[in-house]
C-alpha cells in the first residue's frame, strides 16, 4: 500500500503537467465541467450522495420522483480511472469538436445525450424488471458518469476522421470508423467478466446509437440543412463489411418505418441538369465539414494517380521529336476516323452537397 502511495505521488507532477497540457488551451465551459467531474468523484464516497445524485430506476418517477438526477448524474464517477477517462474525453472535445461547433452546439450536445442515456436507461432497465421481477434491477443499479458520452464523441470523431488509423495490429489495422463497436463490445466483455458495472455497457451501446441518431438526422449546420446523410456514415458502416447488407436492409426497414410515422424526414436529393457541360448535385443535410473531408479524400486519390501516371511518362515516346522520320511520298498517311460526338464528348460531374443550385 505504502509503495503504490508513493509511486503515485512520484507520478502526480507529471500528470498534472499532462492534465495542464490537455485543458491549457480549452473553454471555459469545459474547465467548469472537468472541475465538476473532480468533484463529483469525491462526493461519490458518500453514500447518501450517490443516491441522490445518481440515476437510481425505481426513484426517478413517483413517489420518490427524483427527476433532478437526470441531469446531475454525469458528473459522479465511482472510480477514479474514470475520471481520467472524462478529462481526456472533455479535452479532446475541447480541442476538436468545439472550435467546429461552437460553445453553443457542443453544450447542446453534452446535455443531450446525457440527458436521453439517463431516460432511455430507466426504461431499459423497468424493461428488465418486468421481464426478471427482480427488484435489485430497480433500486440497486446507478446510472453514473459519461460514458454515454464518451460513446456519443467516439461517433463524433468517426464522422470527421473515418479512416485515421488508430493502431495497428498483426491482425489489422484499427481506424476510427472501427472505434464505436470495438468498444461497445469490449465494455460487454470486460462486464461479462466482472471487471465493469452492468451499467457501463449499457450507457455506453445507448450513447453510440443517440449520437448517431443525433448526427445523422437531427443536427443542424450553419447552411440550413439538418443531419449528415454521407454514405460512409450509415448505421452499416459501423460493422464489418460481411455483415453490411445485413445490417442495411434492417436500417433501411426501420428507417422507412419511422418516415411513415413522421419520426424522421425523407432525404431529398435534388439534381438540375439545365447547363450543357456539367452536372451539380445537390444533397441536403451534408454540410461544409463533411463536404470538405470529402474534397480531402478526392485530392489525395489525385494526387496518387497523378505521382502514378508521372512514373510512366518517362518510357513514352516524346511528341516533340525532332529525329523522327518523316513518311515517304509512297506511303499513304494513316486516315483519321472521325468519332461521333458522343464518344469525344467530355463530361463533368461536380458534387457539391451544401449548394442546392445545380447545372448539367
Known amino acids: 500500500m505504502m509503495a503504490s502511495l508513493k509511486t503515485i505521488d512520484r507520478n502526480v507532477p507529471y500528470l498534472k503537467q499532462q492534465f495542464s497540457a490537455l485543458l491549457g488551451n480549452t473553454s471555459p465551459l469545459v474547465k467548469i465541467v472537468c472541475l465538476a467531474v473532480i468533484i463529483g468523484y469525491f462526493v461519490s464516497f458518500s453514500e447518501s450522495a450517490v443516491r441522490y445524485l445518481t440515476v437510481t430506476p425505481g426513484y426517478v418517477f413517483p413517489p420518490g420522483f427524483r427527476i433532478w438526477t437526470i441531469f446531475t448524474h454525469c458528473f459522479v464517477e465511482f472510480h477514479f480511472w474514470e475520471v481520467c477517462a472524462d478529462l481526456i474525453t472533455l479535452g479532446l472535445c475541447g480541442k476538436l469538436i468545439e472550435p467546429l461547433w461552437g460553445k453553443m452546439e457542443m453544450l447542446t450536445f453534452f446535455t443531450l445525450i446525457n440527458t436521453s442515456v439517463a431516460f432511455i436507461g430507466i426504461f431499459f432497465y423497468m424493461a428488465i424488471y418486468m421481464t426478471t421481477m427482480n427488484t435489485d434491477v430497480l433500486f440497486e443499479v446507478h446510472i453514473h458518469g459519461l460514458s454515454g458520452y464518451i460513446a456519443a464523441v467516439s461517433v463524433v470523431v468517426k464522422q470527421m476522421m473515418p479512416d485515421h488509423v488508430v493502431v495497428r495490429t498483426p491482425l489489422g489495422k484499427l481506424s476510427n470508423r472501427n472505434v464505436p463497436l470495438s468498444a461497445s463490445l469490449l465494455t460487454v466483455i470486460l462486464y461479462l467478466i466482472g471487471l465493469l458495472e452492468g451499467s457501463y455497457p449499457t450507457m455506453f451501446t445507448l450513447g453510440v446509437l443517440i449520437g448517431w441518431i443525433y448526427l445523422r438526422f437531427y443536427q443542424r449546420h450553419s447552411n440550413g440543412s439538418r443531419g449528415d446523410t454521407a454514405d460512409n456514415f450509415t448505421f452499416a458502416s459501423f460493422f464489418p463489411t460481411v455483415l453490411q447488407p445485413l445490417i442495411e436492409a434492417f436500417s433501411n426497414g426501420m428507417y422507412n418505418l419511422l418516415v411513415r410515422s413522421k419520426i424522421c424526414n425523407k432525404a431529398i436529393r435534388k439534381y438540375d441538369v439545365s447547363a ?46 525532332e529525329t523522327r522520320p518523316a513518311i515517304s511520298e509512297t506511303e499513304t498517311p494513316p486516315t483519321k476516323v472521325a468519332t461521333s460526338p458522343a464518344e469525344s464528348a467530355d463530361v463533368t460531374v461536380e458534387i457539391a452537397p451544401s449548394t442546392p443550385q445545380a447545372t448539367t
Open 276 to 321: 450543357p457541360t456539367t452536372i451539380t448535385i445537390s444533397i441536403p443535410g451534408a454540410d461544409n465539414q463533411d463536404a470538405d473531408r470529402r474534397r480531402q479524400i478526392a485530392l489525395k486519390a489525385l494526387s496518387e494517380r497523378l505521382s502514378q501516371q508521372t512514373e510512366t511518362a518517362s518510357s513514352w515516346p516524346s511528341l516533340e521529336d
